[in-house]
């Protein structure tokens, strides 16, 4: 995690480029990164892997607040879990459809991102900000506090966990300004 410190973040990712790396056109990643045979990742590589998974992460991220499903979906690991307050869901139209029952939408401001790569070829990825929004009954609501984790492996979103304090401020009950 993030020490509080400000980091360079890796660049913005249309869905098309990383650094050192690609998402393709069926969505998975590739890197100029080296395993060893016993699957220890390299510094450079750990780096390396570590950007791509991010750019990954923020193309689902940009897809799914657009509701560009079928671009996000192209994302997903099959039989991806994706876990929210309130729900489990293994297809992002559930995830939408329990979604329009909570608020108009809702986009995230990141603050900060964090990648692991791991021996076994996973990529953790955890990325802390603020949400803003409308809630069902149009007011709008900012500066809800959110925390994203999402596991990739070989270039794909297999689990998003999703914490966020929309629940506890009461944006989402109110009914004026």
Same mark, same amino acid.
């Given at each position: 995690?993030?020490?509080?410190?400000?980091?360079?973040?890796?660049?913005?990712?249309?869905?098309?480029?990383?650094?050192?790396? +690609? =998402? $393709? !056109? &069926?969505?998975? /990643? *590739? @890197? #100029? %990164? +080296? =395993? $060893? !045979? &016993?699957?220890a /990742? *390299? @510094? #450079? %590589? +750990? =780096? $390396? !892997?570590?950007?791509?998974?991010? @750019?990954?992460?923020?193309?689902?991220?940009?897809?799914s607040?657009?509701?560009?499903?079928?671009?996000a979906q192209?994302?997903?690991?099959?039989?991806?879990?994706?876990?929210?307050p309130?729900?489990?869901?293994?297809?992002l139209?559930?995830?939408?459809?329990?979604?329009?029952?909570?608020?108009?939408?809702?986009?995230?401001?990141?603050?900060?991102?964090?990648?692991?790569?791991?021996?076994?070829?996973?990529?953790?990825?955890?990325?802390?900000?603020?949400?803003?929004?409308?809630?069902?009954?149009?007011?709008?609501?900012?500066?809800?506090?959110?925390?994203?984790?999402?596991?990739?492996?070989d270039?794909?979103?297999?689990?998003?966990?999703?914490?966020?304090?929309?629940d506890?401020?009461?944006?989402?009950?109110?009914?004026?300004?």
């Open positions: 995690m993030s020490n509080g410190d400000e980091r360079e973040e890796p660049p913005a990712v249309d869905g098309a480029a990383t650094t050192d790396g +690609a =998402v $393709t !056109a &069926d969505g998975a /990643v *590739t @890197a #100029d %990164a +080296a =395993v $060893t !045979a &016993d699957a /990742v *390299t @510094a #450079d %590589a +750990a =780096v $390396t !892997a570590g950007e791509a998974a991010v @750019a990954v992460v923020k193309a689902y991220l940009t897809a607040e657009t509701r560009r499903l079928e671009e192209r994302l997903l690991a099959p039989g991806a879990e994706l876990v929210f309130g729900g489990r869901y293994r297809s139209e559930e995830m939408v459809g329990a979604a329009a029952e909570r608020y108009r939408w809702v986009k995230k401001t990141p603050k900060t991102w964090d990648a692991v790569p791991r021996p076994d070829g996973t990529v953790v990825v955890v990325t802390t900000g603020t949400l803003y929004g409308e809630n069902l009954f149009g007011i709008p609501f900012e500066d809800v506090r959110y925390i994203d984790r999402f596991e990739l492996i270039g794909k979103i297999r689990r998003q966990q999703v914490w966020n304090d929309l506890v401020s009461g944006v989402l009950r109110r009914k004026s300004r």
